[in-house]
């Protein structure tokens, strides 16, 4: 049984960095762990101290260009299985796979409905998947983050943010994307005040947990250092390690 973890919300709000130090902290735990970078602007690999060289986006351009110029003696699926597994990067206790960019201009419908059973063959053997989504929504719609367990919507402590949250998660439910449970998140902030606290329950979310200002943070964007350099006191990872018990 593999447990799906996604984290979605808008742009600049925490995600990645949630993302990341969710696998350093299920990593520990010494079961197969796959790390799903999904926003094509990444740099989950730099949050968690890895480079990750090529992307699913970079295969699919390719495998359109070459698809019947394979090599003879293997299937178009086995070839394509081959080549997404030669683009996983391997990390300390975790294995990551960047998406990179979404469909070009052409539909390759043939190798992207073969890429999506590919995908969830792969992510089968894992006992743990976090996806780092990107920013907004409209990325759902194309329904590849599937079959979450939890999905973690990040919001700042404002009333756009939360109002932003609560659309993320109707546009999920709509999509019926098959996720077990919708966390607010509110980073940045020990809780919520009176009128926003409404509202976030009014998005009927299974709970709210927040995550308070952490200084760390700032030397580990500005050095570009992994999460794994937050000390075992820092704010944001203490919040995390609370989530990782509460929610796997
Ligand atoms: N609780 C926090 N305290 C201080 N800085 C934070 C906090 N959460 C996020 N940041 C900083 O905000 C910036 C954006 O975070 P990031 O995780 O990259 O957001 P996203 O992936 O949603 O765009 C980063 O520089 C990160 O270090
Ligand atoms: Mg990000």
Redesign the pocket.
């Known amino acids: 049984m593999t447990t799906t973890l996604a984290v979605a ?1 808008k ?8 993302a990341a130090l969710l696998v350093h902290l299920l990593s520990s735990k010494k079961k197969l762990l796959l790390a799903v970078d999904a ?1 094509p602007n990444t ?1 989950l690999d730099e ?1 968690l101290g890895v480079k990750a060289d090529t992307s699913v986006g970079a295969i699919r351009e390719d495998l359109s260009k070459t698809m019947d110029s394979l090599p003879a003696g293997i299937s178009k699926p086995e070839f394509i299985t081959l080549r997404i597994q030669q683009a996983i990067t391997e990390g300390d206790g975790f294995d990551l796979l960047v998406m990179g960019r979404q469909e070009g201009p052409g539909c390759y419908c043939y190798v992207n409905n073969l890429l999506r059973t590919i995908l969830d063959n792969i992510a089968r053997k894992y006992a743990f998947v976090v996806i ?1 989504n990107e ?1 907004g929504m409209e990325h759902l719609s194309r329904r590849t983050t599937r079959n979450v367990d939890v999905m973690f919507i ?1 919001s700042d402590p404002t009333r756009t943010g939360i109002m932003t949250a609560v659309r993320i998660k109707k546009l999920a439910e709509e999509m019926k994307l098959g996720v077990g449970k919708f966390v607010l998140v509110v ?2 902030s020990g809780g919520l005040p009176g009128s926003l606290g409404e509202l976030a329950s009014g998005g009927g979310f299974a709970s709210l947990e927040p ?5 760390a ?2 030397q ?2 500005e050095k570009g250092l992994s999460v794994a350099d937050l000390p075992p006191s820092s ?2 990872r203490k919040a995390v390690e609370r989530m990782v018990s509460s929610y796997t």
């Open positions: 919300g742009g600049g709000v925490g995600k990645s960095t949630l926003d740099n949050k780092d920013a990040l980073n940045r995550i308070p200002e952490d200084e943070l700032c580990i964007s704010p944001f």
